[in-house]
């Protein structure tokens, strides 16, 4: 039974999905019997009615035959319509939790797996292949069970009454399935490749539309859509190749049906001259491969689509096998005292850690500033405090405990961050504000936003609070962006702050407007802050300065400035350059 395996890591969860709806499913699996049962009766009641006619039956039998075939009409519309509501409305279901499923998942994945993931692979697989994963979980259900009933009963009936004529389609069904077999893995192949190709052109799309600024900016359009055309036209052959095999299938299972029928009236035909048969029966005959034609379709329809959602499901199965940030470990209240001790961390696949030997101790309400280059470590060891990559055991703790033993989204709840590169959603400035808060009030969206610096800035937006800023927040400034995220941590009202470089981007004057408010609004929280700019932390309880993830210097702002080293010299730069009316960022 290995064949089974395959399918059940494919189809197995959207399975279990659809027991969740068991009352629909069994409801139009129920009348699908029926329906097909309404159906196969129906042309012997006609075929019955031509013998009698032929025989010179009386009126009446006709008048009642007649009445018993609108009901059996009624009947098989009644049935079919609600078999095809229920299990069609239960695949939807399916879609909707699938992709509810889905979600849930990938926001429990760790940050390392999202490092090397693809937006717009996995925006394909959420929607794309999750449709397709749709069609097995209804339409197959409806469409495939009618073909089960059908087929073995319009087979069955016919043997009872000739032979012959039966042997005589049963031969052109044989070529169909023995072509489809052979048609089958070839259209796997290519469907597999296609669901690849879409997610290949809504990756680059995705990132094209993204940094479309960065393309026109080194004028690179012209090469940028000629790597979308190679992209497009790799989709384009997988889906002609795909097209031209399920073409195939389809002409083969018309024309056989064609000469199912061919064989049937030659072969009936001569049965009907030398009496074996009745024209009636012989209509009988016609009706039920008529009746057998439509699930001969379907059949082909459904072969041709069933590697495709196979394909689908596989894709979604893999993203589901990938294995979730465990949110286990100790839930107590935190309360935000630091402290790393030999700390020493490297990168999945570097070869080079990105902190050696960091060590400090930070008491709760107390300011850690960290300083250094690029390269240097400080956004490492936010991402380390948020437990977005897991630091060595004893390395790294929070009130005496370690965060391997700590509870992510507890810990994650001790901190409101501001990150370098801030995100904002497509909405508004107060709602990409209160964001952090559920049923933050107006008044404490305003607080948050003056003690940000962000009010001086909103007479020049359009509507101010309420203006709709564009994706990413790409109709705002670099500084505008920045204190929007400094303000939603503001709001959120944690009792630690992370700001990871925060005002990179904002002149001498607001940056001190934005360090008195945080000053009045800081409290008893403590403090991280990683920054270029040696005013933000010159209040700073402790202050590290690092170079290529090691700490050089260490020491308060006036023990630094007494020392003489890196921070001193820094300092003195950026000191000179604000009395020079510049801007310029040293670098410690």
């Known amino acids: 039974m290995s064949w089974l395996r395959p399918l059940r ?19 139009g699996c129920a009348l699908v019997p029926v329906h097909a049962a309404v159906m196969l009766w129906m042309p012997r009641l006609l075929g019955d009615a031509l013998d009698a006619m032929a025989a010179g039956g009386d009126p009446a039998g006709l008048a009642a035959t007649c009445k018993l075939l609108l009901l059996l009409a009624v009947a098989e519309a009644a049935s079919r319509y609600v078999s095809r509501q229920t299990l069609v409305d239960a695949s939807r279901y399916v879609e909707r939790d699938l992709k509810d499923a889905l979600v849930a998942h990938l926001q429990r994945l760790p940050m390392a797996w999202y490092d090397r993931a693809r937006t717009g692979d996995v925006t394909s697989r959420l929607t794309q292949d999750v449709e397709l994963v749709r069609f097995v979980m209804g339409p197959l259900l409806l469409h495939g069970g009618s073909a089960l009933c059908l087929l073995p009963a319009g087979l069955w ?45 809504s990756q680059r799309a995705q990132e094209d539309f993204a940094g479309v600024r960065v393309v026109r900016q080194f004028g690179l359009v012209d090469r940028e859509r000629a790597a979308m055309a190679t992209r497009n036209r790799r989709y384009l052959l997988a889906n002609l190749r795909q097209t031209r095999l399920r073409a195939l299938m389809h002409a083969l299972t018309h024309s056989t049906s064609g000469l199912v029928m061919l064989g049937v009236l030659a072969v009936g035909g001569w049965q009907v001259i030398d009496g074996a048969l009745t024209v009636g029966q012989l209509f009988q005959f016609t009706g039920y491969l008529g009746l057998m034609t439509f699930p001969l379709e379907i059949l082909g329809w459904t ?9 689908a499901g596989m894709r979604i199965a893999e993203l589901f096998e990938e294995q979730a940030e465990p949110d286990v470990g100790d839930d107590a209240s935190l309360r935000a005292g630091l402290r790393a001790a030999g700390l020493t961390f490297t990168y999945p696949g570097s070869a080079e850690p990105a902190l050696a030997d960091i060590a400090f101790e930070l008491p709760v309400g107390g300011k850690l500033g960290l300083v250094g280059g690029v390269g240097s470590g400080k956004s490492t060891l936010l991402a380390l405090l948020l437990r977005y990559y897991d630091a060595p055991r004893g390395a790294l703790q929070v009130d005496g405990r370690d965060v391997l033993d700590l509870r992510p ?46 009010d001086q800035d909103l007479p020049a937006l359009k509507d101010g609070l309420a203006t709709i800023v564009g994706e990413r927040g790409v109709t705002l400034s670099g500084g505008q962006k920045q204190r929007v995220a400094l ?11 992370l700001l990871d470089d925060t005002l990179s981007a904002v002149d001498t004057a607001t940056e001190a407007r934005i360090l008195r408010g945080l000053a009045a609004r800081r409290g008893d929280r403590t403090m991280v802050v990683a920054t270029h700019r040696l005013s933000v932390v010159a209040d700073a309880d402790l202050i590290l300065v690092l170079d290529r993830g090691r700490v050089v210097e260490r020491g308060t702002h006036g023990e630094l400035l007494a020392h003489g080293g890196r921070y001193a010299a820094a300092w003195r730069l950026q000191t000179e350059a604000e009395a020079l009316g510049g801007d310029t960022e040293g670098a410690a």
């Open 409 to 454: 989204s507890a810990l994650r709840r001790l901190f409101a961050y501001a990150p370098q590169e801030p995100f904002l959603f497509s909405d508004t400035v107060a709602a990409n504000v209160a964001f952090a808060r559920d049923g933050a009030s107006a008044a404490d969206v305003d607080a948050a936003v003056a003690a940000a610096a962000l």
């Open 487 to 497: 303000a939603r941590a503001l709001l959120s009202d944690r009792p630690a702050l």
């Open 157 to 201: 009936l016919m043997l009872g009454m000739d032979v012959p004529v039966t042997l005589a389609s049963l031969g052109g069904f044989a070529v169909l399935f023995l072509t489809m077999r052979l048609l089958v893995p070839r259209l796997h192949g290519w469907s597999k490749k296609s669901q690849e190709a879409i997610a290949e052109v």
């Open 9 to 27: 890591r494919a189809f197995g969860r959207p399975t279990k999905l659809l027991v969740r709806h068991w009352r629909r499913v069994a409801i």
């Open 303 to 311: 072969v041709a689509t069933l590697p495709r959602a196979y394909a």
